[in-house]
Nanobody, 121 residues
Framework: QVQLVESGGGLVQAGGSLRLSCIASGSIFSINAMGWYRQAPGKQRELVAA???????NYADSVKGRFTISRDNVKNTVYLQMNSLKPEDTAVYYCNVDAVYSGNYRRYDYWGQGTQVTVSS
């Protein structure tokens, strides 16, 4: 089993900052990509940012220049630093990890339980 535990969500005023963290633990052989998705009420889940094992990153156009994704490969942790937050960033943010399960050495997509980010105007 692989578990993802997210933290760092909350309520912040527009222009403020938050930092999300996601720790992956359990029977992990290796991790390929780690990322963050978000889902606002009535909308589909969308990719916010992702980072692969080599460090290459990918961002949604709406967050470029404001959000920064990083990872600690030793701690199996991914972070999302969110600056200059806007009300339209309000959503549930989900951690996603593309990892090889050490139980059978197959690759799976794992999801966190989600953390609420609310930005007030």
């Amino acid at each position: 089993q692989v578990q993802l535990v997210e933290s760092g969500g909350g309520l912040v005023q527009a222009g403020g900052s938050l930092r999300l963290s996601c720790i992956a633990s359990g029977s992990i052989f290796s991790i390929n990509a780690m990322g963050w998705y978000r889902q606002a009420p009535g909308k589909q889940r969308e990719l916010v940012a992702a980072i692969v094992s080599g460090g290459r990153t990918n961002y949604a156009d709406s967050v470029k220049g404001r959000f920064t994704i990083s990872r600690d490969n030793v701690k199996n942790t991914v972070y999302l630093q969110m600056n200059s937050l806007k009300p339209e960033d309000t959503a549930v943010y989900y951690c996603n990890v593309d990892a090889v399960y050490s139980g059978n050495y197959r690759r799976y997509d794992y999801w966190g339980q989600g953390t609420q980010v609310t930005v007030s105007s």
